[in-house]
């Protein structure tokens, strides 16, 4: 087959963003960082096995039959009451949330729906890598905004969109972000709003870590501060519930919803019936917010030790976020070390460990010296023992990037 005729969006010649991103490791003692999947003895077994025998119980054959679009209204009215009591969004009833295939394919549906090729986005710098490689399928024009302690910088967002007054859609994971591990600010999320109103655009605030707290008080979310239908939030059940369901959730206006059933219609008509009628049951038999304590309790020890480790280990010159919930530490070497090229040739074959490093998390692909660290799949232990032997390379690393500038 000639290469000529693949379209533009694929562009056979450039790699996955995600190819590479977890290089294989072979060792008996292995550490590895890069995880994004939720650690798999938390989950709930015995309770969603029963919730999928209560799913086939109760609707019998038809539960594999085709259904409609929207999918089980219990469901729908279930998250509607999360999205009111948990993220503070008021009037929202199932006709206002969608399902959909994991909160990925909420990103690409709603990518689809506002952007042609060429159309401006605004991203954080840096953000989701799964992110991006939705976006890049829709040839988007990209504008960095830089990623704060307190989230996304609104003085510069706010002189890139006065610049570039084209722009459609800021995206933006406002708590405990993936990868940089910061939260946005209360002040911040009114302004994104506003900032939004002004210079007309909408705001994307994808949030599947959100319940996943482990000090302070929640925020409200930055929809819950919407007036105008400009915000769509995402959420998903892969990292409180389990990554299989391939279950996510938005919240957005009947408007915007109609919208987006057309392009899910187009895509795969519908989440299984089988999955959305499961994690209703286990909704209504089961106390999630408890079963999301359970994890909180054995990822806070972790978010502990990984902190712990960082002040321990890594050398002065190298800054690390110290998140409030979710599942990742963002570090920040010095720009002499090129993390991509210590993983490959140092810190997975000499040490046996392995991280996300910052690359293919920028738009440009263009900053080396970040790493995404994940601290929630790995015991107290293996956080520690990892976290020595990266110190121990990174400080080895300087050292001779010091007497070879001298
Ligand atoms: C910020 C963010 N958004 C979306 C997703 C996609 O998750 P899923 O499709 O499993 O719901 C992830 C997964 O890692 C994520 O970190």
Known sequence: MNDKLFSSRVQPETPSRLEGLFPVMDFDDAITFTAGAPAENLFPMNEMKQAYIDAIDNEGAH???????????????????????????????????????????????????????????????????????????????????????????????????????????????????????????????????????????????????????????????????????????????????????????????????????????????????????????????????KHIDKLIDVYKERRVAMANAIEKYLPEEVTATCPDGGFFTWVTVPDVINTTDLLYNKVTPEGHIAYVPSKNFYAYKDKTNGMRLNFTGLSSEQIDDGMKRLGGILKSELSKSLVENN
Do not use: C
């Open 63 to 289: 539960t594999f039959q085709y259904h409609t679009i929207a999918g089980p209204v219990e469901l729908r009215e279930r998250l509607a009451e999360r999205a009111t009591r948990k993220m503070g969004i008021e009037n929202v009833g199932a006709e206002n949330v969608m399902l959909t295939a994991g909160g990925q394919q909420g990103i690409d549906l709603i990518t689809k729906l506002l952007i042609d090729k060429g159309d401006a986005i605004v991203v954080e710098a840096p953000t989701y890598v799964g992110a991006l490689s939705t976006f890049d399928m829709y040839e988007p024009t990209y504008y960095e905004v830089e990623l704060q302690s307190d989230g996304m910088d609104m003085d510069q967002l706010e002189e890139t969109v006065k610049q570039h007054p084209e722009i459609k859609l800021v995206y933006t994971v406002a708590d405990f972000h993936n990868p940089g591990g910061v939260t946005m600010s209360l002040a911040k999320r009114k302004r994104l709003v506003e900032l939004a109103n002004q210079y007309d655009f909408m705001v994307l605030e994808d949030t599947p870590y959100r319940d996943l707290r482990y000090v302070g008080e929640s925020l409200p979310s930055i929809k819950s501060f919407d007036t105008e239908d400009r915000v769509i939030l995402l959420s998903s059940f892969s990292k409180i519930l389990m990554p299989t369901l391939r279950t996510g959730w938005l919240v957005a206006s009947k408007k915007i919803i109609k919208q987006l059933y057309k392009l899910k219609e187009a895509a795969d008509l519908e989440v299984p019936n089988i999955t959305a009628s499961a994690i209703n049951q286990f909704l209504a038999k089961n106390d999630l917010d």
